[in-house]
């Protein structure tokens, strides 16, 4: 998924926003559920920042890409929630065995440890890494959303990779990769 897939919107009429959320409402759900790896977070994210987005909607509007925007503030929300529903996250108990001989049940076990390690990642660690392996943008573009330079994404996205080396290893998983 990329973010140029924007809708272009040209008023900051009701119907507009009803329409962008319609058109671009899963694509936002299925970023900030990535993002935030809980889907009951990801809909209350991406519910907030609407909410926030639909009393100013004719500023969006005027922007060259109100998705990429919204997309931002999503992050933006992600990174700074102080919520007590961010004490539900944990790392969950074992990571399955992977099953050699059934491919399936081998990659749901892959994704099933990569939610995990990323799980034990902070916010910011964590929404670099999606805005680069998921999102696939750059670092100049990743320090403009996060507000930050491009030395901090990188230092940022070099810790996060590092600490899920570590998880891996302390779990006797993988080599020293």
């Known amino acids: 998924m990329s973010t140029n897939e924007s809708t272009t919107v040209v008023t900051g009429r009701a119907e507009d926003f009803d329409d962008f959320v319609h058109g671009r409402g899963r694509a ?7 993002l935030s790896g809980d889907a009951h977070l990801a809909e209350d994210l991406v519910q907030e920042v609407l909410a926030r ?4 909607w004719h500023k969006v509007t005027v922007m060259e890409s109100p998705e ?3 997309r931002t503030a999503i992050v933006r929300q992600f990174v700074s929630w102080r919520r007590r529903f961010s ?7 074992d990571v399955p065995e992977p099953a050699g001989v059934d491919e399936p049940q081998a990659r749901v076990a892959a994704r099933d440890q990569m939610w995990q390690l990323m799980a034990g ?5 964590r929404a670099v890494l999606v805005l ?3 999102e696939d943008l750059p670092d100049d573009e990743i320090a403009a959303l996060l507000g930050c330079g491009q030395s901090t994404v990188r230092s940022q996205a070099a810790r996060a990779l590092a600490r899920m080396r570590t998880m891996l290893s302390e779990r006797g998983v993988g080599g020293d990769g």
Do not use: D, W
């Open 121 to 125: 990642l902070p916010r910011s660690q």
């Open 53 to 56: 987005m639909h009393r100013r």
């Open 132 to 134: 680069r392996f998921y």
């Open 68 to 70: 990429a925007y919204v």
């Open 87 to 93: 004490a539900r996250e944990a790392i969950l108990a």
């Open 28 to 34: 936002l759900l299925r970023f900030a559920y990535v």
